[in-house]
């Protein structure tokens, strides 16, 4: 097969693994999860040419695997077919298949001929395409936090930590950044190392965290926002599948246990000018004022972008006291009870970490309202307000969270809609809300145990 309709980089890895069979094409819906066709060797030319049409729907499909109706995708358009197109540097080995495999990444087309708006990939590249226009370019890192679980559920179906490969006992306690959790579990660290690596993902630390099981697995900072969550999105499905191989379950859900840990997903930013120069570079004393901008920008709109950063309806269980979970906007230097921290660094790499996401949200979304934060803060130049020094918890009021009200504050926002599109809005918005909706018809364990003899 000839490679005239591949990039250098694409037709070098498929050179390199002449020996793959299959490659799986790749769409992340709009919840995050990997959906697409897997499709043999001899295919591909024709797919880097023409495209492979995928049902429109799945960018409406809700985390249940069911279309939502009321985003229009669905019955209203007699379920079409789009074209997707694979990204260009994204064709990647896959080594934990039994057999040679490759990956690739794909992104959807519209109505017009251009990249579907909704698409959570392409609402981020119209977000740092706002920050080019201006000569400012976003340098972004992923931290994603998760579980690693007992494969086999309780009889109720409740999750348990997982057994300890080292000392064949359920893990029970709490020792963050414990070297021997990191030891112990050293077949699977090594095996995503080596995905990685093979996969070309920028993975940097691993470090055990405040939970049993719960790990952390940090990714390199990028000066390509789109190519950082492209590498989230990538990261989640090698911790997924080499654990499944090691008969664990990886869970990024947000708050698996009510006792432990929730995870989340930390997104950091600093700016590079047309020079190359950080806009926020600054010292403590005397923050830039830039810096102080981007501050206010995420504070002012985190009610708005609230559903990007706590999608589902676990998430919210996550923000509760003193468990490095932020309650609020508060902001502050080295500080890990606030939301949006300055964490230690020199004058010249001075970043903003932004804590509130759960492990549970799109990495494009989450970065997307991140950034639309900071460049509404630039724009507006307002000013955060001192930084927290000690216990943000006792020293400001806590935020109280509910699905239903960010979902309502999302579909009916301004922001949302001139900042990400009103087609975005549209359904990301219809979508949540058919999830809430179907989860509240269930009746749970907790009413029977409350209602069903006493009332």
């Not at 020792?175 to 579990?185: A, P, T």
Request: charged residues 25%; proline residues 5%; glycine residues 6%.
């Amino acid at each position: 097969m000839t490679n005239n309709a591949l990039n250098p980089a694409d037709a070098k890895v498929l050179a390199d693994n002449n020996d793959a069979e299959l490659i799986d094409l790749i769409l992340p819906d709009s919840n995050g999860l990997l959906r697409g066709k897997r499709i043999t060797r001899d295919a591909l030319e024709k797919i880097y040419e023409a495209g492979v049409c995928l049902p429109m729907s799945l960018m409406a499909t809700d985390v249940t695997g069911n279309t939502v109706e009321e985003s229009g995708l669905g019955y209203d358009i007699g379920d079409e077919d789009r074209i997707c197109r694979p990204i260009p540097g994204t064709l990647r080995p896959i080594p934990w298949q039994s057999r040679p495999m490759l990956q690739c990444l794909l992104s959807m087309e519209g109505f017009d001929g251009n990249m579907f708006s909704a698409n959570p990939r392409e609402v981020l590249k119209n977000v740092v395409q706002k920050f080019k226009d201006r000569g400012l370019t976003p340098v972004v890192a992923v931290e994603l936090e998760f579980y690693l679980l007992d494969k086999t559920l309780t009889a109720d179906g409740c999750p348990q930590t997982s057994i300890n490969p080292s000392t064949g006992t359920r893990n029970t306690s709490t020792q963050v950044y414990y070297m021997e959790d990191l030891n112990d579990y050293q077949k699977f660290t090594d095996a995503v190392s080596d995905a990685c690596i093979a996969q070309n993902i920028p993975a940097d630390t691993a470090v055990a965290e405040y939970a049993p099981g719960q790990f952390e697995i940090n990714l390199k900072h990028r000066d390509d926002a789109v190519s950082a969550c492209d590498d989230a999105i990538l990261l989640k499905r090698v911790i997924k599948s080499v654990a499944e191989k090691q008969n664990l379950l990886a869970s990024f859900m947000a708050k698996p246990f009510v006792d432990q840990a929730g995870s989340g997903t930390h997104i950091h930013v600093s700016l590079l000018d047309k020079d190359g120069k950080n806009i926020f570079a600054s010292s403590k004393e005397k923050p830039a004022e830039a810096l102080k901008h981007a501050i206010f920008g995420l504070q002012q709109v985190s009610k708005d972008t609230m559903l990007m950063f706590a999608p589902h309806a676990n998430s919210y269980r996550r923000f509760v006291l003193n468990a490095f979970v932020p309650l609020n906007d508060c902001w502050g230097y080295n500080n890990r009870t606030v939301a949006l921290r300055i964490p230690h660094s020199d004058e010249k790499n001075v970043r903003v970490e932004h804590r509130i996401a759960g492990a549970d949200a799109n990495p494009y979304l989450v970065t997307a309202a991140v950034l639309a934060g900071i460049l509404h803060g630039l724009d507006t130049k307002g000013d955060p307000g001192p930084p927290i020094v000690g216990n943000a918890y006792q020293q400001t009021e806590a935020r109280t969270l509910f699905w239903r009200d960010t979902i309502n504050d999302f579909i009916a926002s301004d922001f949302i809609k001139s900042t990400f599109g009103a087609e975005f809005q549209h359904v990301f918005g219809t979508l949540k809300q058919k999830e809430m909706r179907s989860f509240y018809t269930e009746v749970t364990t907790l009413e029977y145990q409350w209602y069903l003899r006493q009332v």
